[in-house]
């Protein structure tokens, strides 16, 4: 599981109101990504790091950003939460080989 | 055009029978495959990855790369109940970037 841990595992908040969910990971990887999982589209990747301070856009970005200050945490930001927003959210993160590893994820309901 | 996709199921095969999971892609330019087991609730768990054309075994498990058609498979041999889950193929693209199909949910009956 390459180390990697996500909090909270679940989480319920307001419309309007900023979330953020941490991603820790153990094994000095380089690379690491968050996603969103939701019936029908998959697992879509919201924004991914390359470094320390390094990141860029995925494909579903818009209403989330993203800060990555040391090499083991990243963290996710709902800047103002929306229903569709609701969702499971995924970590994971690579060496530098391809193979990615997911965290165990993090449920989040707007409500 | 999705850039990856799968059959999204049920797949239903018997105990004891293999199971066979298809993914087609479009981007010609990808290098790397990977196919990842997610049980219900859970995240997904990687299962075989696969570079070059041809088949790649590992156990009960075996990935088969065309690039020419653009075609990934992934074959499981004595199918178990505990292999019911669904299966995500997923396909390298730039930055060590990867694109997920829907996956397929394979049911194993007894």
């Known amino acids: 599981d390459a180390g990697i841990t996500q909090s909270p595992r679940h989480k319920v908040t307001e419309t309007g109101t900023p979330v953020t969910l941490r991603c820790h990971q153990t094994?000095?990887?380089?690379?690491m990504y968050w996603y969103r999982q939701d019936p029908g589209h998959g697992l879509r990747l919201i924004h991914y790091?390359?470094?320390?301070?390094?990141?860029d856009k995925g494909e579903v970005s818009d209403g989330y950003s993203v800060s990555r200050s040391k090499t083991e945490d990243f963290l996710l930001t709902l800047e103002s939460a929306t229903s569709s927003q609701t969702s499971v959210y995924f970590c994971?993160?690579?060496?530098?080989?391809?193979?990615?590893?997911f965290g165990p994820g993090t449920r989040l309901t707007v409500t | 055009q999705k850039e990856v996709e799968q059959n999204s199921g049920p797949l239903s095969v018997p105990e004891g029978a293999i199971a066979s999971l298809n993914c087609t892609y479009s981007?010609?330019?990808?290098?790397?495959f990977f196919w990842y087991r997610q049980y219900s609730g859970k995240s997904p768990e990687l299962i075989m990855f696969?570079?070059?054309?041809g088949d790649k075994e590992d156990g009960r498990f075996t990935a088969q790369l065309n690039k020419a058609s653009q075609y990934v498979s992934l074959l499981i041999r004595d199918s178990q109940p505990s292999d019911s889950a669904t299966y995500l193929c997923?396909?390298?693209?730039?930055?060590?970037?990867?694109?997920f199909g829907t996956g397929t949910r394979l049911q194993v009956t007894l």
């Open positions: 094994e000095n990887h380089r690379y």
């Open positions: 981007d010609r330019g990808s290098q790397s």
């Open positions: 994971a993160t690579n060496g530098g080989d391809t193979e990615q590893y």
């Open positions: 790091s390359y470094g320390v301070k390094d990141t």
């Open positions: 997923a396909v390298t693209g730039t930055a060590s970037k990867l694109t």
């Open positions: 696969i570079y070059s054309n």
